[in-house]
């Protein structure tokens, strides 16, 4: 029994004696891919894990984790000493209510070199106001605010920044963003979303950035958003390769530089245009409706996305097209080989339109949606003898259709309309939401019967959210 005892007693200290041999680089790297509470519950293991854990490279503070706010609060002060020597790579903090230690926090995180910030800031009466020290850290590689105030950023220079996301930031003014960017010689991704946090005087957005990659704009009506419009955005990035514009506030859109033919754009905008008024008012004239400076700025931005060789726009910016081009042609879009647009069944007419500048397109991703009775069956025969652009007789090899509701009729005229008049379609992909397999199987067999303008097209049926075809740039 002794014996045995003293056998217990000797492996347990050779295991103590193995974890305590490890170095602390190794201990602090096996800690760092913990979640921070289970960092915490392991350093029982060993003393010098217990003091290790606050050398971690990297801090997920979140308040809601902790039994209260001075717990929390305590925890940061613990972690984020500004006296100490390591470094931090990455530091995440989501506060609510309280904001108090945020400028300590962020300014020992700077003084320990820190590269990524990722701020949230919940249920707050006001924005809290970043520290100076934000500014101009120097090894600050990505910047995430959800809910901060710019008011000190006054003198700014962050040279290793790649990425920049802005969420509901408070601007004192439209020159501290453009600062913001244009200081940021190496900044690649930069997003914006402009919700109910916004200054009054903030009504023009201007992105100049010689090494901007890509860029997401998100300018939209909120519910308890102050914003009722926005002047317009500028865009000045050259080596731009993805754009996504989701805006229906801003009165002009303007791209300084024509995008490269390998750029990718998402574009969802009306340009502050009131498309709604097109529906019981559609027989007014509609050049009322176009000023000349709003004519101006869209055909000035037709023009320089007119290169892209693939495009995604939403319902409204189809329709701004087609009106548009009732008063001006358009620019011819030769290099557009994928487009991904979304339609009403009965606005079929007004994205032709737009395919008659699109000679060369290759892939079509069309997403449908709407009542039964949308597209009466005179006007699609109407449209059929009529609209036929030059890519469905000479490029069109690819149609991939999502039907996400309605009915089985305006379906099946859409898809008809295609398949007689697509000479070298190659192939037609039907993706259905909720579809019964009763429906489907008639479907299939309607699709068999109805004749099709090239004889090499295969038909293919599917459930649409089994596989989006378009691609995520996200």
């Not at 037709?302 to 042609?329: A, F, G, N």
Request: glycine share 2%; aromatic share 10%; net charge positive.
């Amino acid at each position: 029994m002794v014996e045995r005892e003293k056998e217990k007693q000797a492996c347990s200290k050779g295991k103590e004696d193995r974890i305590s041999q490890l170095p602390d680089p190794l201990i602090c790297h096996i800690l760092s891919h913990l979640p921070l509470k289970e960092a915490v519950k392991t350093s029982v293991i060993s003393t010098r894990w217990r003091s290790l854990w606050l050398w971690l490279p990297r801090l997920e503070l979140t308040c809601w984790k902790f039994p209260n706010s001075n717990a929390f609060m305590s925890f940061g002060d613990t972690f984020l000493d500004s006296n100490r020597v390591s470094y931090i790579d990455n530091l995440k903090v989501t506060i609510d209510k309280d904001a108090s230690h945020l400028t300590s926090w962020i300014d020992a995180a700077v003084k320990r070199k820190v590269k990524h910030i990722d701020l949230s800031c919940h249920r707050l009466n006001s924005c809290p106001e970043l520290p100076t020290s934000t500014y101009t850290c120097e090894t600050l590689v990505s910047l995430k605010l959800d809910r901060a105030d710019l008011a000190n950023a006054k003198i700014v220079f962050l040279p290793c920044l790649k990425t920049l996301h802005l969420e509901s930031i408070s601007y004192p003014n439209e020159a501290i963003f453009e600062r913001l960017v244009s200081s940021c010689p190496v900044l690649e991704e930069l997003v914006m979303d402009v919700k109910s946090v916004f200054d009054d005087n903030a009504i023009h957005f201007r992105v100049f950035s010689r090494s901007l990659k890509k860029l997401k704009i998100n300018i939209r009506k909120c519910r308890y958003s102050s914003i009722s419009s926005c002047s317009g955005v500028v865009i000045d990035a050259p080596l731009l390769r993805f754009l996504s514009i989701n805006d229906d506030l801003s009165e002009s859109l303007v791209v300084i530089n024509k995008m490269h033919p390998d750029a990718k754009l998402d574009i969802s905008s009306s340009f502050d245009f009131g498309l709604n008024f097109f529906g019981p008012f559609a027989k007014l004239d509609i050049s009322t409706f176009f000023d000349i400076s709003k004519r101006n700025s869209i055909r000035g931005f037709l023009s320089q996305i007119s290169k892209v060789k693939d495009m995604k726009i939403c319902r409204d910016t189809v329709k701004l097209i087609y009106h548009y081009s009732k008063l001006e042609s358009l620019p011819q879009f030769g290099y557009l080989s994928c487009l991904n647009a979304t339609i009403l069944y009965s606005e079929l007419k007004e994205l032709l339109t737009f395919l008659n500048s699109c000679p060369n397109l290759k892939s079509l991703i069309l997403v449908c949606y709407g009542s039964c009775d949308a597209m009466p069956f005179e006007e699609i025969n109407q449209i059929s003898l009529s609209y036929k652009p030059e890519c469905l007789l000479s490029s069109l090899e690819f149609i991939d259709f999502e039907f996400r509701c309605g009915g089985y009729v305006p379906l099946m005229k859409i898809v008809r309309y295609f398949l007689e008049n697509t000479a070298i379609l190659k192939k037609l992909t039907l993706r259905l939401a909720n579809c019964p397999i009763r429906v489907k199987s008639t479907v299939k067999e309607e699709l068999h019967r109805m004749s099709r303008c090239s004889s090499e097209c295969e038909i293919v049926v599917t459930d649409w959210y089994l596989i989006r075809s378009f691609n995520d740039f996200l």
